[in-house]
Each structure stands twice: as structure tokens, then as C-alpha cells.
């Protein structure tokens, strides 16, 4: 019989049905290889000159030597401490080239999602423009809020605004803004006709600080992630009847009573949209997590509203005796008199002609004595008495005392 050379035979005349195991080269009496030394399978590096060392500082910040080449750098920088220094102004260059991305929602991402899906299919009952910054701002602290533990809803805050152009402060917690906003919110609801969060609680005075302070006290505890749910409610319900009747001009136009002064409805949830989101801040300061600024189109909408209602405020604190008497000279109703030119850069941004003389004088830039420009955001911070007034314009020019009076009644517009 021939052996087939490619089948394995094993001594008995037949080829064998399963291969033979190989033999280990230690039953082989073959020399075994020599065991690996220590340092063996690692890059060894290059014997480089220190120019051709130096050249490679740019790629080795960026990750893309070679491993013998990036070897030799790093062995080079334990010797020489100028390109050590060098490498690492290049390893923070390219650290900033390559910032990390933040996990936080952009705040604008809700609104471009609804735009989207009502281009496709429009809402059967329409939130009104004037309320979607209301509806916008109670969801985003609605979506902090979501994950607070006990430790988040009792951290400490501190609320702030200006008095008689004295910083005041009031200290409560997490849970008591929810309470404070939702007490507030309720001065809207009652105009609408529904349910007043403090229910049998009487406020000495019908004000969001004596509103406030009645909800406080009649708490038997202080209020904690039980305040969430009501609040919430309340919000929904708010956006809800907006959206029924807000579309008839006059609803939008009935008058909000705040105690020592009156917005129409519209104003009123502007003005509870730029609180929300003030104290959503005052929040995620307290529990150390970014907070982003409004979107720019309501952010616009909130400077406006300041802007608006400053001629008021001057005219109120010049019979106060806090603001520069007006001009000797009257100026009629609707008729243009000095003015103050209020820019705002950045998201949201605009220009204001702010009356100076009368709340009923038209602003006029033939007339403009002083230029005030400061950042949408920042604006609204003075607004909300978080920024010290005289500190807050990044630039001004013109009639300093005009200036100055602008800067804090944009302040004495906050409240707790």
C-alpha cells in the first residue's frame, strides 16, 4: 500500500483517523527559548537630536507621533526644561481647543422641537406668544426640580433685590422659592378666575412679599418636595387658560393686580416668566449647577418689558426724591423730550429710547443725552437687584446723572 503523504500515519499499515497530537518542544530535547527580559515588547525610543526633538513638541501635544517618536519626546522633557515648559503651553492650547461639551440641555432646544412639530401639525388651541416665555421657563425649572433629593430641596438660598437703593436680601430654601413663586403665580390666577394657592391663609397686604410671608408662617413645617406638585399644577393650569382666552386682545390686556401696582395679563406673564427664571438661577446656584440664560427671543421680550415700564419707575422715584428732578421745561403728552439710549448686545439684544421727563414723552434720538449698553442677560440680573446698579452698564456715555438715575430704577424694579 502507498502512504498518502498528507494523511497522518500511526505504525499500523493504516492511515490514522484523527491527527496525532504535535509533540511539545519539551519532549523534543530541542533547546527551549530564551525567557523574555524585563522591558522587552515596549517601544524603545529614538535616538533623536534635540532640533529634530523640538519639532516634534506640536505633534506630540496633539496625540499623533509615532510611539518610538512620542517615546523619545517624553524621555527628552525629563532632561530639558525649555521644551518641557513648551510642551506644556501646547498641551493647554490644545485643551482649549478641544472643550468638553456640556451634558445640559440648550435651552432653546424645547422651543425649536415645538416649532418643528406644530410647522407639521398646528396646535387646535394655541399657546399665546405673550405666554410662551411663562410656559417655556416654568418647564426648564420644572426638569431641574425633577431629580432633587431632600439634601437639594432644603439647600439654603438666598433671595435678593433693592430697596430705597439698599441691597436687601431674605434667606429660605429650595422648596420655599417653589413656594414663594407659586404664591406670586397665584396673584395671576385669581384674575383668571381660579384658585388661590394660599386658600383660607390671609396676606396682610395683597403684595408678592406679604403673600409670601403669609404662606411661610402658616406652614407648620417648612416646605419641602410636597411644594412641587402644586406648583406645577398651577402652571399647567395658568398656560392652560391663557391659551383658551388669550387670544382675544382685551383678556390680554386685563389688569393683574400686584398690591402697589397693576400689569395687563400679558405683562403679568412676562413678568412671571423673567421671575421663574431669575429664581431657577437662585436655585442651581444653591445647588452648584450650571444654569442656562432665557431664549434670545424671550429674553428679548423681558428686556422690553423693563424697558417699558423704567419711564414709570424714574417718575415715581423723582416724586421719592431718589432720581434728579426733571427739566424745568414740560413736555406734553406724546411729545419727544430727552432720552437715555438703552442698547443690549448679545442674545435678545435691542435698542430703547428711554424717556427721561415724562412716562407720557416719546423717546427721541434727536434728543438722546446718554448711551447706556450692557448684555441682555446682565440687564435682566440688574432687573432682578443681583447686580449692583452703578457696576452693571459695560458702557456709557453722556449726561452721568441721567445714567446713573436709569441704572437704579432698573434695580428698584426688583422684589422679592
Known sequence: MTEDPFEPYDGSGHPARVPLPRDSVEDTGAPLPAPATAGQGTVQPLALEHP?????????????????????????????????DEALRLREAVALLQRPESLDLDPALRTRVL??????????????????????????????????????????????????????????????????????????????????????????????????????????????????????????????????????????????????????????????????????????????????????RHLHHMVDLAARLLPSVLQARRRSGLAAPAERRLVAAGEPGRSLRLEIEGSGGGEWLIPLDSPAAKGSAEHEVAHVALDGAEFCRLAAGHVPPLEAAAGQVGDREAIRDVLLAAASLSRM
Request: hydrophobic share 40%; glycine share 6%; charged share 25%.
Open 52 to 84: 529634530v526633538l523640538k519639532s516634534l513638541l506640536g505633534a506630540w501635544a496633539l496625540a499623533a507621533c509615532a510611539p518610538e517618536e512620542a517615546a523619545a519626546v517624553e524621555e527628552h522633557l525629563g532632561e530639558c526644561g525649555t521644551c518641557a
Open 115 to 296: 416649532e418643528s412639530c406644530l410647522e407639521r401639525r398646528p396646535p387646535r388651541i394655541p399657546v399665546p406668544e405673550w405666554a410662551a416665555a411663562y410656559d417655556a421657563e416654568t418647564a426648564r425649572l420644572d426638569a431641574l426640580l425633577q431629580d432633587f433629593g431632600d439634601a437639594e430641596w432644603h439647600a439654603p438660598v438666598r433671595l435678593r433685590w433693592y430697596e430705597a437703593d439698599e441691597a436687601v436680601s431674605r434667606r429660605t430654601t429650595v422648596a420655599g422659592v417653589i413656594a414663594h413663586l407659586m404664591t406670586v403665580d397665584g396673584l395671576v390666577a385669581v384674575a383668571l378666575g381660579l384658585d388661590d394657592p394660599l386658600g383660607e391663609v390671609t396676606a396682610e397686604r395683597p403684595t408678592p412679599s406679604a403673600r409670601t410671608e403669609a404662606y411661610w408662617r402658616a406652614a407648620h413645617f417648612p416646605p419641602t418636595r410636597s411644594v412641587r406638585a402644586p406648583w406645577r399644577e398651577q402652571t399647567h393650569n395658568l398656560v392652560r387658560t391663557v391659551s383658551f382666552t388669550g387670544g382675544q386682545d382685551a383678556r390680554g390686556g386685563m389688569p393683574v393686580q400686584y398690591g402697589d401696582f397693576g400689569l395687563p395679563l400679558h405683562d403679568a406673564m412676562l413678568d412671571r416668566a423673567f421671575e421663574c427664571w431669575v429664581h431657577a438661577e437662585d436655585i442651581a446656584d444653591a445647588v452648584d449647577y450650571p444654569y442656562d440664560p432665557p431664549s434670545g
